[in-house]
């Protein structure tokens, strides 16, 4: 396997005609107070300082648009992405874990509906995310992004005749992000669906062929290894449709990875670390 590039510090910031998408897993990014009946057990919230270094890592990506999950609400994802940088949204669940977006300042997007059929179980105790859904306002036209949090558990094997729940319960998911993918086809959009979704997605796999079931998809990190937290597959993907699969930039994708290692600090920031990519958007073609 190749190693994608790591980027460790600073990225140059895009051309006025390039847009730079980004997801990122902030890992139980909250107020709440440890032990409270809203927290797994062993979650510990973040500290002041800590969150103070998400800040600065966002500020660092130089993204347009991240595509976050695992963050309690628009008012503490404002401590990661500054109102005097970023617009955010962010789904309506009544969970810890929800979706959302921040959106650098100056750069148009209406909010649609979010995607809350990805909550197969909605009667549980601790619900499934929705997923987060906005139009980005681009030259030539706009361009639909989904930011998704999907199962965990479940990073490879099949989706159905399977005795593992997680997977049982990915299964469940693909036909929702399916008929969100046909509907965005059907419209000749240009969109994205990233975010964390908890799954590899190499040569062969059911979840994605699942996906491209739906129309034809181009996913950045095939036949890559990332660089986070020593090394592995992807589980953040950005998955591209419609006219979007030309507008990515070759040998774009970065993994932005932190400068404090040890173990206590991949739950102090975040076991996921930011995945970008790059379009080329001028004139909308």
């Known amino acids: 396997m190749r190693i994608v ?9 895009a051309r006025a005609e390039d847009l730079k998408l980004a997801a990122w897993n902030l890992s139980w990014l909250t107020f709440r107070p440890a032990g409270g009946e809203d927290l797994p057990e062993g979650v ?22 991240i595509a976050f999950s695992e963050v309690d609400g628009p008012e503490i994802a404002a401590r990661v992405f ?11 669940d009544h969970v810890v874990q929800r979706t959302g977006f921040a959106v650098r300042r100056g750069l148009a997007f209406t909010a649609n509906a979010d995607l809350v059929g990805l909550d197969v179980y909605p009667t549980a105790r601790f619900h499934l995310r929705s997923a987060a859904d906005i139009t980005l306002a681009l030259p030539g036209g706009g361009m639909r992004l989904l930011a998704v949090h999907l199962k965990a558990g479940c990073r490879q094997g099949a989706l159905t005749g399977t005795s593992v729940p997680a997977c ?6 693909l036909p929702v992000l399916e008929r969100w993918l046909r509907a965005r086809t059907a419209e000749g959009a240009a969109f994205a669906v990233l975010g964390d979704f908890n799954r590899w997605m190499e040569a062969g796999d059911p979840f994605f062929a699942g996906l491209a079931s739906a129309g034809a998809l181009a996913r950045a990190d095939v036949g890559l290894h990332s660089p986070c937290w020593g090394g592995g597959g992807f589980l953040d993907h950005v998955i591209l449709g419609g006219a ?10 970065r993994v932005q990875v932190y400068r404090e290692t040890g173990a206590a600090w991949k739950d102090r920031l975040s076991d996921h670390c930011p995945v970008s990519v790059k379009l080329h958007v001028a004139g909308g073609a």
């Open 5 to 13: 590039l790591v980027l460790l510090l600073f990225a140059f910031p």
């Open 244 to 253: 979007a699969q030309k507008w990515l930039l070759p040998g774009s994708l």
């Open 168 to 173: 049982e319960t990915l299964g469940r998911q």
């Open 44 to 65: 510990v919230p973040k500290r002041a300082e800590d969150i103070d270094r998400l800040r600065d890592y966002a500020l660092m990506l130089k993204a347009d648009v």
């Open 82 to 92: 500054p109102a005097d940088r970023f617009r955010i949204h962010i789904t309506g």
